[in-house]
């Protein structure tokens, strides 16, 4: 079935560093994929949708210079958490859809834990 | 922003028993799904259930969808020690490319 794959799984730095996680469709083209954070025993808050070729869109109150989103290609959206510090510690995780299969569900990356010292 | 609860909001069983979980929501929708997240991890797919279905099963579970009270429930069956993970309901208002809602989640310990 299709496969959505995140990277890197964890990271751990100081703060001040920006942090780059990749998500990637590994088997169908996504044309839209979307972020999502999850902090502590919480549920899971939709950030952004990432449209390739275009700008994302971004929920109220998430800060898009912040949080850069690039999806350059049909099968790679990338989130960059710009001058991490210790509140951006958290659970982000991806998700895309394939399109091309029907009444597919989405399919979700394995997330990423940042942990921001 | 979240548009469902869910309760219980945690659960406690023995292994053997069974587990359920119920989920509400606010908006019309296309289709709504359950995942289960292990602590720590990403989210597992368990079962879409469209609109016009009412009851749907795989394996141990079994949810239903009640459409004019903008409810579902996730039933778990025979319960074992494995299942203990957070499950969330998550709504889909279209197939195309719209994002999931997602309720607040039940954490299930199932107690060996």
């Known amino acids: 079935g299709a496969v959505v794959s995140q990277h890197p799984s964890r990271v751990i730095c100081k703060s001040g560093t920006s942090v780059k996680i990749e998500c990637r469709s590994l088997d169908f083209q996504a044309t839209t994929m979307f972020w999502y954070r999850q902090f502590p025993k919480q549920s899971l808050m939709l950030m952004a949708t990432?449209?390739?070729?275009?700008?994302?869109?971004?929920e109220q109150g998430v800060e898009k210079d912040k949080f850069l989103i690039n999806h350059a290609s049909l099968t790679l959206s990338t989130l960059t958490v710009t001058s991490a510090h210790p509140e951006d510690s958290s659970f982000y995780i991806c998700?895309?859809?394939?399109?091309?299969?029907?009444?597919?569900?989405?399919?979700f990356g394995d997330g990423t834990r940042l942990s921001i010292l | 922003s979240q548009q469902g609860e869910e309760d219980p909001q945690a659960l406690s069983i023995q292994e053997g028993e069974n587990a359920t979980m119920n989920c509400s929501y606010k908006?019309?929708?296309?289709?709504l799904q359950w995942y289960r997240q292990n602590s720590g991890r990403g989210l597992v797919h368990l079962i879409l259930?469209?609109?016009?279905?009412r009851e749907k099963h795989s394996g141990r579970l079994r949810v239903t969808l009640d459409t004019s009270k903008k409810s579902s429930s996730l039933l778990i069956t025979a319960s074992r020690a494995a299942d203990t993970a957070s499950y969330f309901c998550?709504?889909?208002?279209?197939?195309?490319?719209?994002?999931?809602?997602f309720g607040k989640g039940t954490r299930l310990s199932v107690i060996a």
């Open positions: 908006t019309s929708i296309n289709n």
């Open positions: 990432s449209n390739e070729g275009s700008k994302a869109t971004y």
């Open positions: 998550a709504t889909d208002a279209s197939l195309g490319n719209t994002p999931l809602v």
């Open positions: 259930i469209r609109s016009n279905e």
């Open positions: 998700s895309a859809r394939d399109l091309g299969g029907g009444n597919q569900p989405q399919h």
